[in-house]
């Protein structure tokens, strides 16, 4: 957006919009998936214009958007470089890793599962010590190792893992014509929900017991492989647990700060929700709900639908436990 007024100056907006929203859930902002952006000036057309930089802090409030003001008359073209927020954090894989397991970001967990299919596909796996990988060609020169044992690939790996590469955008600044024939539009993938952890997320985590005699004289040799991995397996529990609380706080956090905006919409897409819950839940009992915001279907079936939320917390319980 240009002004001719004098001094002249003119306005540029970042701003996004999340597509497919789930109707009941609140709507992120653009700055929400955004942990850093920067916008930088052609030095050519406005060489004393110094760059503009934003990082994300825990006391940011979300925003819909950038904008930026600045005095000049001439039409250039600005660099935008935004730094995408991910949780849990993902990597760029190194090129020749990427290419085998045919992946490029991902989080540290989903690189070890993809190394461990691989690994069992070529079968890998020493027959004497299950505890050693007998790397093929291409995990010599990716992992420089002929042999490696399953601790060592997670030390390996921090030289193969590295940061995600910043998407970057150039818009043309304009002194002519409308703002909407300034436009310039892009999609962008971003993770919306919070990634679940799985506790048996690790396929070597788990191991077969078994009674046989044959099998038991191998399980005695790798003896330290399985300690190794109930180790592991205590230790994703605790990751586990520990995102679930992070997650539950997060949930309560932005409860709260839907109903400090909105209350209206928030308790209707509330009882939206609960609606479509019991529906789920017990579909033969109650056949349909005509209107969920009406408070006397609530108030006449109280008892009914404390009982369902009872029953469906407790079968959450059991599914977990």
């Known amino acids: 957006?240009?002004?001719?007024?004098?001094?002249?100056?003119?306005?540029?907006?970042?701003?996004?919009?999340?597509?497919?929203?789930?109707?009941?859930?609140?709507?992120?902002?653009?700055?929400?998936?955004?942990?850093?952006?920067?916008?930088?000036?052609?030095?050519?057309?406005?060489?004393?214009?110094?760059?503009?930089?934003?990082?994300?802090?825990?006391?940011?409030?979300?925003?819909?958007?950038?904008?930026?003001?600045?005095?000049?008359?001439?039409?250039?073209t600005l660099k935008i470089i935004l730094y995408p927020y991910n949780f849990p954090q993902k990597f760029k894989l190194e090129p020749k890793l990427a290419d085998i397991l045919g992946i490029n970001n991902c989080t540290r967990v989903q690189v070890f599962t993809a190394i461990w299919e691989y690994i069992k596909l070529h079968k890998l796996q020493d027959k004497e010590n299950r505890n050693i990988i007998n790397n093929d060609l291409y995990f010599k020169e990716i992992f420089g190792t002929e042999k490696m044992t399953m601790d060592q690939i997670s030390l390996k790996l921090r030289e193969l893992l590295g940061p995600i590469e910043p998407i970057t955008l150039y818009h043309r600044v304009k002194l002519s014509g409308d703002c909407k024939g300034n436009e310039t539009i892009h999609d962008i993938e971003v993770d919306l929900d919070y990634f679940t952890v799985s506790y048996d997320v690790m396929p070597f985590f788990a191991q077969k017991i078994t009674t046989d005699e044959k099998m038991a004289q191998q399980a005695n040799k790798d003896q330290n492989l399985l300690a190794l991995n109930q180790k592991l397996k205590k230790l994703d529990r605790k990751c586990a647990d520990y995102i679930e609380k992070l997650k539950r706080h997060k949930s309560k956090r932005d409860a709260y700060e839907a109903y400090q905006k909105d209350p209206s919409l928030f308790i209707d897409n509330l009882i939206l929700q609960q609606n479509n819950y019991l529906k789920v839940m017990h579909d033969d009992e109650i056949d349909q709900i005509e209107d969920p915001k009406k408070l006397g279907f609530l108030l006449e079936n109280e008892d009914l639908i404390e009982r369902e939320i009872r029953n469906y917390l407790k079968e959450r319980e059991e599914a977990n436990a």
């Open 1 to 76: 957006m240009v002004n001719s007024e004098n001094p002249p100056y003119w306005i540029v907006r970042v701003q996004a919009k999340l597509l497919n929203q789930t109707q009941g859930t609140y709507p992120r902002k653009f700055s929400y998936f955004v942990q850093r952006l920067q916008v930088a000036f052609d030095k050519a057309d406005y060489p004393t214009f110094e760059d503009v930089n934003w990082k994300k802090s825990s006391q940011s409030a979300e925003l819909d958007g950038f904008e930026i003001k600045r005095f000049g008359n001439k039409e250039t």
